[in-house]
């Protein structure tokens, strides 16, 4: 099972304004959404992966707690402690940023350095069906504003600009992210029309070639007949 979470900009004008409050909108309204909170079935030595597209230097915090199913009861209860689930996270190049056993329910940190497609992966020790809850925080949203508030006594005012500034720069970091995207995506598809092109070249010399080798073999064939 996996869940893929993306953000598709609609294509206007580059220079219009409208443009501009449309791409900003888009992702506010994409912000509001990062951070809900799922659940899903694992089995014994099953694992769950999810996909997350996160920029660059951007911090994810995941909170999960596991249930276990109780077969006499036909209901899922809360985990023994000694339950273990271990997390996986790989980065779009795949190389390993966090794999670390948690227990029955945690807490992981990670901060991706490469933009693009993370996977999520978490699978358990256990030998009964698990029910896990899980919730992703991505940017702005992992940050815990009551405990910043309190730890650098800000008042009210000063935590809401601290808020708007984080916000401000998140959106600044996925812009820079569906530019790459954007450019990555055009690379793909100039590379794709070159070889397209080509291919077309490479087919257009065979045939050439067929027709010629064709036409000396019929010339050879109707000089050996005394044809012509």
Request: net charge neutral; glycine share 6%.
């Amino acid at each position: 099972m996996a869940a893929e979470r993306s953000l598709w900009v609609v294509g206007l004008c580059p220079g219009s304004g409208l443009g501009r409050v449309v791409r900003v909108l888009l992702l506010l309204l994409w912000f509001a959404a990062r951070g809900g909170a799922l659940y899903f079935h694992i089995g014994e030595t099953e694992k769950k992966c999810f996909i997350e597209e996160i920029p660059d230097e951007t911090m994810v915090i995941g909170n999960y707690r596991t249930q276990l199913y109780d077969k006499q009861r036909e209901e899922y209860q809360p985990a023994t402690p000694g339950l273990g689930m271990f997390v996986e996270v790989k980065d779009p190049e795949d190389k390993v940023i966090l794999a670390r056993q948690y227990g029955s329910e945690g807490r992981f940190t990670f901060t991706s350095h490469t933009p693009g497609e993370h996977r999520i992966c978490l699978h358990s020790n256990s030998t009964n069906m698990l029910r896990v809850h899980l919730d992703i925080q991505v940017g702005e949203h992992a940050n815990d504003y009551a405990e910043i508030a309190a730890k650098d006594t800000l008042s009210e005012l000063q935590l809401r600009v601290r808020q708007l500034v984080e916000q401000v720069e998140q959106i600044q970091k996925e812009q820079n992210y569906q530019r790459w995207r954007e450019e990555r995506f055009r690379q793909t598809s100039e590379s794709t029309n070159q070889r397209v092109l080509w291919w077309s070249i490479l087919q257009t010399l065979i045939l050439v070639a067929i027709g010629v080798w064709q036409m000396r073999h019929l010339k050879s064939f109707f000089e050996a007949k005394k044809l012509v």
